[in-house]
């Protein structure tokens, strides 16, 4: 179906069908015209002789998509004249339509025009009028003479930093020495509120030096006066701060000049000596300052903030002089600077989180070794370091320190899993690591490493030499699954030997209860066989024991075989 513009249509359709068409809207044919739905038109046209058909039509909004007329034959495609008729209606319709649209806009315009509104008023008054009304209404209404200067403090020309004289004003007198009243709270966040926006503004202007004087003003002025930490005043004006320091951090420094970039370096670094810094800013500052520490000179002022800090330094200023060292790759005077710091658990601890964070990972390889040597340490803490320094000889490429630190780890915990990872990094040099952790463990007699790693490594024969030599049952207990059934008669022999010791030592009920508890967990093996044959072995040896059979028949409760002393040979 050809598709048309309803404003022109008439240009693109059969001549003698446009003429029908007019005569037909000329003699008022078409009736009943009506929008049914969105787009969706039908009407009535009752052509010369009588005849009424329904056509329906599809606009959308000015595209005629589709159409139908009730007198086409089957297979028609093209246009009938009542349907070009019933368009023209359409047209005339919206047409009038959007006439009284503009008509009513341009009646709303004018009364718009005689209203007393603010547009209006700006509109006649004169320079002089505003600037007297100004002055007369901020005379009369603080907050209104404060959003006045937050407004205009960029274009005031007499001070270093305009902004920081928005922040005297607007400031309570002795703000940082009591606590602010909720009035005060108030008026300071319209004042930040205001600064907010002019600071979103110079930024899409890329004003950076108005986003520097508004930033640093805030941070300067608005610190000191900050709620204690556990007031809940504080989240209202923190925020802002926050945002003004990333704000900060973010001018790219290539819109900066060399001037502007060390002024703002050098505002953030003095600002870390305030005994009121937030320590909710601690982070994103210590990561902006420390990767400058590469130049000598920006080093050697952190040091000196550092040096000039009294003992025990905050851990700001901690981090950041940690940090500095790990930019200039020194990880090893990272340690020793922590050793001062040894009796601080809290700030060495969270030294190493922040250098972590900062993925200085030779630094944290450093210090989470000196931790795990020389650190007494809860089961809790040595798995957390231990990950955390696995962690970071990982991204640090070291393949050796990676391969040292999970050797370390098994030693201490007899992981399987570290074991498994071991082994696989170790590839075709595994025999020879593995024979160097069984040498170690057995010269160290340290059993509760070596049973698992040769479980997990399936040298059963070599684990059953082991619990021998220990004579464990308890350990036989914890890998008789995997021994079974490859090496049963061991299992069998080591348990008569053992019960058997421990029934010469001990008599009674009690004690033929203790062996039932024993070969109870052989049963939940399903190795029902293996059990008889044990407690055959054992009614023999000690056939003055009249509880022992009882007992040992209790393993079987929905049988009726009983046990008895085996014939002699």
């Known amino acids: 179906m050809q598709k048309l513009w309803l404003k022109n249509f008439e240009f693109h359709i059969n001549p003698a069908t446009w003429n029908t068409a007019q005569d037909l809207v000329q003699a008022g044919a078409v009736r009943k015209l009506q929008e049914v739905e969105k787009h969706f038109w039908v009407a009535k046209i009752t052509d010369s002789e009588d005849q009424e058909f329904e056509v329906e039509v599809m606009i959308t909004p000015h595209r005629i998509k589709a159409f139908t007329c009730e007198c086409w034959p089957a297979g028609r495609r093209l246009m009938c004249a009542h349907i070009a008729a019933g368009l023209v209606k359409i047209r005339q319709f919206l047409e009038q339509k959007n006439e009284a649209r503009q008509a009513r806009s341009a009646h709303k315009s004018s009364a718009e025009d005689n209203r007393l509104s603010v547009s209006n008023v700006l509109k006649n008054a004169t320079g002089a009028d505003l600037a007297a009304f100004v002055r007369e209404y901020a005379r009369q209404d603080r907050d209104f003479s404060l959003a006045l200067k937050t407004w205009f403090a960029s274009q005031f020309t007499g001070a270093e930093n305009p902004f920081s004289l928005v922040f005297d004003t607007a400031l309570p007198r002795n703000a940082a020495t009591r606590a602010l009243k909720d009035a005060e709270i108030r008026r300071i966040r319209k004042t930040l509120l205001n600064l907010d926006a002019q600071l979103a503004a110079a930024q899409e202007e890329s004003n950076v030096l108005a986003v520097y004087?508004?930033?640093?003003?805030?941070?300067?002025?608005?610190?000191?006066?900050?709620?204690?930490?556990?007031?809940?005043?504080?989240?209202?004006?923190?925020?802002?701060?926050?945002?003004?320091?990333?704000?900060?951090?973010?001018?790219?420094?290539?819109?900066?000049?060399?001037?502007?970039?060390?002024?703002?370096?050098?505002?953030?670094?003095?600002?870390?000596?305030?005994?009121?810094y937030p320590a909710e800013l601690e982070a994103p500052?210590?990561?902006?300052?420390?990767?400058?520490?590469?130049?000598?000179?920006?080093?050697?002022?952190?040091?000196?903030?550092?040096?000039?800090?009294?003992?025990?330094?905050?851990?700001?200023?901690?981090?950041?002089?940690?940090?500095?060292?790990?930019?200039?790759?020194?990880?090893?005077?990272?340690?020793?600077?922590?050793?001062?710091?040894?009796?601080?658990?809290?700030?060495?601890?969270?030294?190493?989180?922040?250098?972590?964070?900062?993925?200085?990972?030779?630094?944290?390889?450093?210090?989470?070794?000196?931790?795990?040597?020389?650190?007494?340490?809860?089961?809790?803490?040595?798995?957390?370091?231990?990950?955390?320094?696995?962690?970071?000889?990982?991204?640090?490429?070291?393949?050796?320190?990676?391969?040292?630190?999970?050797?370390?780890?098994?030693?201490?915990?007899?992981?399987?899993?570290?074991?498994?990872?071991?082994?696989?990094?170790?590839?075709?040099?595994?025999?020879?690591?593995?024979?160097?952790?069984?040498?170690?463990?057995?010269?160290?007699?340290?059993?509760?490493?070596?049973?698992?790693?040769?479980?997990?490594?399936?040298?059963?024969?070599?684990?059953?030499?082991?619990?021998?030599?220990?004579?464990?049952?308890?350990?036989?207990?914890?890998?008789?699954?995997?021994?079974?059934?490859?090496?049963?008669?061991?299992?069998?022999?080591?348990?008569?030997?053992?019960?058997?010791?421990?029934?010469?030592?001990h008599f009674g009920r009690q004690a033929a209860e203790q062996v039932r508890r024993h070969l109870a967990g052989l049963l939940r093996l399903n190795q029902v066989a293996l059990v008889k044959e044990i407690i055959v072995a054992l009614i023999g040896r000690f056939p003055d024991r009249q509880s022992l059979p009882e007992e040992?028949?209790?393993?079987?409760?929905?049988?009726?075989?009983?046990?008895?002393?085996?014939?002699?040979?």
């Not at 040992?552 to 040979?569: G, H, I, N, T, Y």
């Open 213 to 276: 004087q508004i930033t640093t003003a805030l941070l300067q002025k608005i610190i000191p006066i900050l709620p204690k930490p556990d007031s809940p005043k504080r989240r209202q004006i923190l925020e802002f701060c926050q945002n003004a320091a990333t704000h900060l951090i973010d001018l790219q420094p290539d819109n900066l000049s060399p001037e502007l970039r060390e002024s703002r370096r050098s505002f953030l670094l003095e600002l870390l000596e305030r005994n009121d």
């Open 552 to 569: 040992l028949a209790e393993l079987f409760p929905k049988s009726s075989e009983r046990f008895a002393v085996p014939p002699a040979s």
């Open 285 to 505: 500052v210590t990561a902006f300052l420390y990767t400058d520490a590469t130049e000598t000179d920006w080093f050697e002022r952190i040091r000196q903030l550092f040096d000039r800090t009294p003992f025990p330094a905050p851990q700001r200023i901690l981090n950041l002089f940690l940090a500095a060292l790990a930019q200039r790759n020194l990880p090893e005077a990272v340690v020793r600077v922590l050793q001062d710091y040894d009796q601080h658990s809290g700030l060495t601890k969270k030294a190493l989180d922040c250098l972590y964070q900062l993925h200085c990972w030779e630094a944290v390889l450093a210090v989470g070794e000196h931790l795990l040597a020389h650190k007494t340490l809860n089961p809790l803490q040595i798995r957390e370091l231990e990950n955390m320094i696995l962690k970071a000889a990982e991204n640090a490429g070291n393949k050796s320190k990676y391969k040292s630190i999970l050797r370390g780890m098994f030693q201490r915990n007899g992981s399987e899993a570290v074991y498994l990872r071991l082994k696989t990094l170790s590839g075709a040099g595994w025999p020879k690591e593995r024979a160097n952790l069984l040498g170690k463990f057995q010269s160290a007699g340290n059993i509760a490493v070596l049973a698992p790693l040769l479980a997990a490594d399936g040298d059963l024969d070599t684990l059953t030499t082991v619990i021998k030599q220990q004579n464990n049952l308890a350990l036989l207990q914890q890998y008789e699954a995997a021994l079974l059934p490859a090496h049963q008669t061991f299992v069998r022999n080591f348990y008569i030997s053992t019960l058997s010791a421990y029934l010469t030592e």
